[in-house]
């Protein structure tokens, strides 16, 4: 039975807690199929509680494949929570690890010990964004026709995810030439990964306009010497970040893929019949960009006046349909409006103005703002400006709901939304 189970620590060494819990439950004989990113939540306190239980939780979700049923799994779970150092405590009280069962295929389990689905699961964000990084148009079982997408854009506390950037390119317009092998590359992974990173996004061929087309095999030269070492820095560890690949060629996609890359960043926007095909016959994930040329022609834009919110949302419509028709898990791809890609500033300041609004397209969505030279007219040119302007929009970006932000300074961001996030509005502990 496929059964989804969400994994909670905020004592102790977290990370270490999570990655010991999932090792627990795999020799328990339940077989983890997939690891979702892990998000940062504040803790959910009752107004009495003492100060020294406000410790931010470390979530995940698990898709995993068991052969017991409900109650016997639920035992199964309380013996490895006790293994790893659970004890009785406050319901509210600060824990080593916290397990629980949030879904059982399509099934439906009320028992006196166990609720299934959760009761909570569809209004808790540090449920739903792990949850939607696996599966976005789930359904959950006694509430039909609304998928997980639909129900996390219903909540306060949306918890975004961090696509972190790294540009092996001699010419990209705020790095290049800064990363050009492995040596220069583990730092800057070293630093993301510490702020919690959720996905690095390697590219080697600039689209900054005026960059000049680079072929497939000297992509993969720039690509292959970072991509094989950072995927044995990572080897075996079930919380480390999505790897993702930025690029329109399908050879490179493919010898990608090959070698273990989680998600191909097409900025052709999944046109491309060999990608589609790819695409198809793979359980990567896809982002798909909106864009007009690549690489950018200068002046080349929508034409002045037009709305880019609706030509986007013509442009997904049509793609939309074209996907599912192609065969394509259409939970597996991801869609990015194309921030500056064929766009003035204006229309892009309107992308940015309308980005959630994309969701309904039943897509997760991801926005690349990060150092966009139109943040130039709105502050400084220097990238500590562009990084201050792109954190600012990048909390507004959050507040629409929008799924992954791809940016630069990921431990500014990730210090910054951490401390936004502990100041919103308060939501009731009623679930544990």
């Not at 969400?6 to 999570?18: A, F, K, P, Q, V």
């Not at 490179?252 to 016959?281: C, F, H, K, W, Y």
């Amino acid at each position: 039975m496929q059964t989804y189970l969400s994994l909670g620590s905020n004592l102790g060494d977290r990370r270490d807690n999570l990655r010991r819990a999932i090792a627990a439950l795999e020799a328990q004989d339940i077989r983890v199929a997939r690891v979702s990113p892990v998000v940062e939540s504040p803790a959910l306190l009752p107004r009495e509680a003492p100060a020294d239980w406000n410790l931010p939780f470390l979530n995940l979700v698990l898709d995993c494949e068991v052969s017991r049923d409900p109650e016997a799994l639920r035992l199964t779970i309380k013996h490895v929570e006790a293994a790893l150092g659970r004890m009785p405590a406050d319901r509210w009280a600060p824990r080593p690890i916290d397990i629980d069962i949030l879904l059982w295929g399509e099934e439906s389990v009320h028992t006196a010990a166990l609720r299934i689905p959760h009761e909570h699961a569809h209004l808790r964000s540090f449920v739903l964004t792990p949850l939607c990084a696996l599966q976005p148009r789930l359904e959950l079982p006694g509430k039909p026709n609304r998928i997980l997408l639909d129900w996390s854009s219903q909540t306060p506390d949306h918890i975004p995810l961090w696509m972190g950037i790294i540009n092996v390119t001699p010419d990209s317009f705020s790095d290049g030439g800064r990363f050009t092998d492995w040596n220069t590359v583990a730092p800057q992974i070293d630093a993301m990964l510490a702020a919690g990173v959720h996905f690095v996004d390697l590219g080697a061929e600039s689209t900054r306009p005026g960059a000049q087309p680079l072929a497939a095999a000297e992509e993969w030269q720039r690509l292959q010497p970072v991509i094989e070492p950072l995927l044995e820095y990572l080897a075996d560890d079930p919380l480390r970040p999505r790897l993702s690949v930025d690029t329109y060629h399908p050879e490179t996609a493919r010898q990608a893929l090959r070698l273990g890359i989680d998600m191909i960043n097409d900025v052709s926007g999944l046109s491309n019949p060999a990608m589609l095909e790819l695409a198809r016959d793979n359980r990567a994930d896809w982002v798909a960009m909106h864009s007009l040329s690549l690489p950018v022609k200068n002046g080349e834009t929508l034409p002045r006046g037009t709305s880019a919110r609706v030509a986007v949302e013509a442009w997904v419509s049509e793609r939309v349909e074209q996907w599912d028709k192609a065969g394509i898990d259409l939970n597996r791809v991801i869609l990015d409006p194309g921030i500056g890609f064929g766009k003035d500033a204006l229309q892009s300041l309107e992308l940015l103005r309308s980005a959630g609004q994309f969701r309904r397209h039943g897509l997760r969505v991801l926005i690349g703002h990060s150092r966009k030279s139109f943040l130039s007219k709105l502050t400084g040119t220097s990238l500590a400006d562009k990084d201050l302007a792109t954190l600012g929009a990048s909390l507004a970006l959050a507040d629409q709901r929008v799924d992954i932000l791809r940016v630069h300074n990921v431990p500014m961001h990730a210090a910054a939304y951490r401390g936004w996030s502990h100041i919103r509005p308060e939501i009731p502990p009623d679930c544990d």
